[in-house]
């Protein structure tokens, strides 16, 4: 007896299963968890640019924890739905190609193409997504967030034309019975004895993504932090907050705890204050509860005390209808030095916060001062503060 | 011949996401260099022959095997413990793996993991001999 290695056939693959009517009622969900994680990804994005034409919204100070939340939440929810999908239709990747028929073969090269470009890129956006999440980075020359920004319009721009080519099946198979056969291959019609009817292996794949969603949504939702038994975090940390990257992480250990540490606020280019911390504790201080939501998925709601950033630059002559550059202690990094566009500036609840929770900052949290604005990405809440900057 | 309606707008709909991921692909080629390119265009082939031939082909195999060796009443059961557990663990493969720890930063993937994994993974495997033998003893019961 010979063995022969060779791909299979799709008329090898006759379970009831593998069909369009499961595929397109996974689909459906996988389409709106890709849908949701798109929109949410662009509001991300766009609350990260440095120049926005529209200024991001200062309130509700949780809507960057809802978007950002909802967007690894879904995103890891698709997961199972992808694996269902991806399984149902699996037969479809070993049909042959209409060789003989010029038309014929490249509107099917061009259908399959769009296909390997959807699969690809959605396999890609998951297990990048997923990574980054974890803070996992096993990869070493493109950068996440350009690379995840940009594949994302692929993929999207491939399941719209995936959803365009397939109209009709999907049309039909989701409006009749989901036992209905007529739009299946001709080859699958086996009942495995005892193996689930379409309808249960459906309800199990929901079952599956929203089992996925509770194990690991606690970084995001602090009453499932019990529940949550995979969530990249306990939501525990200095003052009941995680730590994103700590003092030492950004070698900071040793400027941030100098007795020489100083806030300079610059106004034109020239020092207009050189504020120390105990300065900064003798300013009227303020009480906010605002979110640290980070880009990564997870989230925690802080009770922060500071010094309101209005009343900062007031005394100190700078307008307050500016964009402030604000500048960390760490010497490298790209978010070392950012901009607080004006309308965050001039929220009176964004803080230059000394306390979280009652206490003082922890070094890792950003003590000496940092900054806490309202719906604002984590990454942008920028820790060990060393200089702000206006231009009148 | 003019197009139908329907066709006219599955025409339209198929233009809208051919632009929409041609910009995508000009942001990762003006964006990133070719270096960058070159290694998302591995993580794209590497994440298709992971599915496409290791998971896939694993599958297959485990339901042949699941075809031949579990007796019609077990195979329900295991089906639905085969795509729980299974999709979950794909998805907590960066948390099971620990590989984004980090020493100076006690408050990441701080929870047992592992520990967690074997506990649920024993959970299901007692849930479908429960299910499995349940079903047997009924079937047996009805024959």
Same mark, same amino acid.
């Given at each position: 007896?010979?063995?022969?290695?060779?791909?299979?056939?799709?008329?090898?693959?006759?379970?009831?299963?593998?069909?369009?009517?499961?595929?397109?009622?996974?689909?459906?969900?996988?389409?709106?968890?890709?849908?949701?994680?798109?929109?949410?990804?662009?509001?991300?994005?766009?609350?990260?640019?440095?120049?926005?034409?529209?200024?991001?919204?200062?309130?509700?100070?949780?809507?960057? +924890?809802?978007?950002?939340?909802?967007?690894?939440?879904?995103?890891?929810?698709?997961?199972?739905?992808?694996?269902?999908?991806?399984?149902?239709?699996?037969?479809?990747?070993?049909?042959?190609?209409?060789?003989?028929?010029?038309?014929?073969?490249?509107?099917?090269?061009?259908?399959?193409?769009?296909?390997?470009?959807?699969?690809?890129?959605?396999?890609?956006?998951?297990?990048?997504?997923?990574?980054?999440?974890?803070?996992?980075?096993?990869?070493?020359?493109?950068?996440?967030?350009?690379?995840?920004?940009?594949?994302?319009?692929?993929?999207?721009?491939?399941?719209?034309?995936?959803?365009?080519?397939?109209?009709?099946?999907?049309?039909?198979?989701?409006?009749?019975?989901?036992?209905?056969?007529?739009?299946? +291959?001709?080859?699958?019609?086996?009942?495995?004895?005892?193996?689930?009817?379409?309808?249960?292996?459906?309800?199990?794949?929901?079952?599956?993504?929203?089992?996925?969603?509770?194990?690991?949504?606690?970084?995001?939702?602090?009453?499932?932090?019990?529940?949550?038994?995979?969530?990249? +975090?306990?939501?525990?940390?200095?003052?009941?907050?995680?730590?994103?990257?700590?003092?030492?992480?950004?070698?900071?250990?040793?400027?941030?705890?100098?007795?020489?540490? +100083?806030?300079?606020?610059?106004?034109?280019?020239?020092?207009?204050?050189?504020?120390?911390?105990?300065?900064?504790?003798?300013?009227?201080?303020?009480?906010?509860?605002?979110?640290?939501?980070?880009?990564?998925?997870?989230?925690?709601?802080?009770?922060?005390?500071?010094?309101?950033?209005?009343?900062?630059?007031?005394?100190?002559?700078?307008?307050?209808?500016?964009?402030?550059?604000?500048?960390?202690?760490?010497?490298?990094?790209?978010?070392?030095?950012?901009?607080?566009?004006?309308?965050?500036?001039?929220?009176?609840?964004?803080?230059?916060?000394?306390?979280?929770?009652?206490?003082?900052?922890?070094?890792?949290?950003?003590?000496?001062?940092?900054?806490?604005?309202?719906?604002?990405?984590?990454?942008?809440?920028?820790?060990?503060?060393?200089?702000?900057?206006?231009?009148? | 011949?003019?197009?139908?309606?329907?066709?006219?707008? !599955?025409?339209?709909?198929?233009?809208?996401?051919?632009?929409?991921?041609?910009? *995508?692909?000009?942001?990762?080629?003006?964006?990133?260099?070719?270096?960058?390119?070159?290694?998302?265009?591995?993580?794209?082939? &590497?994440?298709?022959?992971?599915?496409?031939?290791?998971?896939? *082909?694993?599958?297959?195999? &485990?339901?042949?095997?699941? *075809?031949?060796?579990?007796?019609?009443?077990?195979?329900?059961?295991?089906?639905?413990?085969?795509?729980?557990?299974?999709?979950?663990?794909?998805?907590?493969?960066?948390?099971?793996? !620990?590989?984004?720890?980090?020493?100076?930063?006690?408050?990441?993937?701080?929870?047992?993991?592992?520990?967690?994994?074997?506990?649920?993974?024993?959970? &299901?495997?007692?849930?479908?001999?429960?299910? *499995?033998?349940?079903?047997?003893?009924?079937?047996?019961?009805?024959?």
């Amino acid at each position: 007896m010979t063995m022969r290695l060779a791909p299979p056939s799709p008329d090898q693959f006759t379970s009831r299963l593998r069909s369009p009517a499961v595929a397109a009622r996974v689909g459906l969900w996988l389409g709106i968890c890709f849908g949701t994680c798109f929109v949410t990804g662009l509001i991300s994005h766009y609350a990260q640019l440095p120049d926005q034409p529209i200024p991001f919204p200062t309130s509700p100070s949780w809507g960057y +924890r809802l978007t950002q939340g909802l967007h690894v939440v879904t995103g890891t929810a698709a997961i199972p739905l992808l694996l269902v999908k991806l399984w149902s239709v699996l037969p479809k990747l070993f049909e042959g190609l209409p060789l003989r028929d010029v038309r014929a073969l490249v509107l099917t090269g061009l259908e399959r193409a769009s296909i390997a470009v959807l699969v690809a890129s959605a396999i890609f956006q998951l297990a990048t997504g997923l990574a980054n999440a974890a803070q996992w980075y096993p990869w070493s020359a493109f950068s996440f967030r350009t690379t995840h920004y940009a594949i994302a319009w692929v993929a999207i721009g491939a399941l719209v034309v995936h959803v365009a080519v397939k109209l009709p099946v999907i049309r039909d198979v989701l409006t009749s019975d989901i036992d209905a056969t007529s739009r299946d +291959r001709a080859t699958a019609a086996t009942d495995t004895p005892g193996v689930l009817s379409r309808r249960a292996l459906v309800r199990t794949t929901f079952a599956a993504a929203a089992v996925t969603a509770l194990a690991t949504a606690g970084s995001t939702v602090p009453w499932l932090r019990r529940v949550s038994v995979f969530a990249v +975090r306990t939501g525990e940390g200095p003052g009941g907050v995680p730590i994103n990257k700590s003092a030492r992480a950004a070698r900071v250990e040793e400027s941030a705890t100098s007795a020489d540490w +100083r806030l300079e606020v610059v106004v034109d280019g020239s020092t207009a204050a050189s504020l120390s911390y105990d300065d900064l504790r003798a300013m009227p201080q303020h009480t906010a509860d605002l979110p640290i939501a980070c880009v990564e998925g997870w989230s925690a709601q802080g009770t922060w005390s500071g010094v309101r950033l209005v009343d900062l630059l007031a005394s100190a002559g700078a307008p307050a209808d500016r964009d402030v550059a604000v500048t960390s202690l760490q010497e490298s990094g790209p978010y070392r030095r950012t901009t607080l566009p004006a309308n965050f500036a001039a929220d009176p609840r964004t803080l230059l916060a000394l306390d979280l929770s009652g206490e003082p900052l922890a070094l890792d949290h950003g003590y000496p001062c940092r900054l806490i604005a309202p719906d604002r990405p984590g990454v942008l809440q920028t820790k060990w503060l060393s200089r702000l900057e206006v231009s009148t | 011949m003019k197009p139908t309606p329907r066709k006219a707008m !599955r025409l339209a709909l198929g233009a809208v996401g051919l632009l929409v991921g041609i910009y *995508g692909a000009v942001l990762l080629l003006t964006r990133q260099d070719p270096r960058q390119w070159l290694e998302v265009a591995i993580w794209f082939g &590497v994440g298709v022959l992971a599915h496409d031939v290791v998971l896939s *082909g694993l599958l297959i195999g &485990v339901c042949l095997l699941g *075809g031949r060796f579990l007796p019609p009443p077990w195979r329900a059961p295991a089906t639905i413990a085969l795509v729980v557990w299974g999709t979950l663990t794909v998805a907590t493969v960066p948390v099971l793996t !620990r590989a984004g720890a980090r020493a100076d930063n006690a408050t990441l993937l701080d929870r047992p993991y592992a520990a967690t994994w074997w506990a649920m993974t024993g959970i &299901v495997v007692v849930l479908v001999a429960v299910a *499995g033998l349940v079903r047997s003893r009924r079937s047996h019961e009805e024959g």
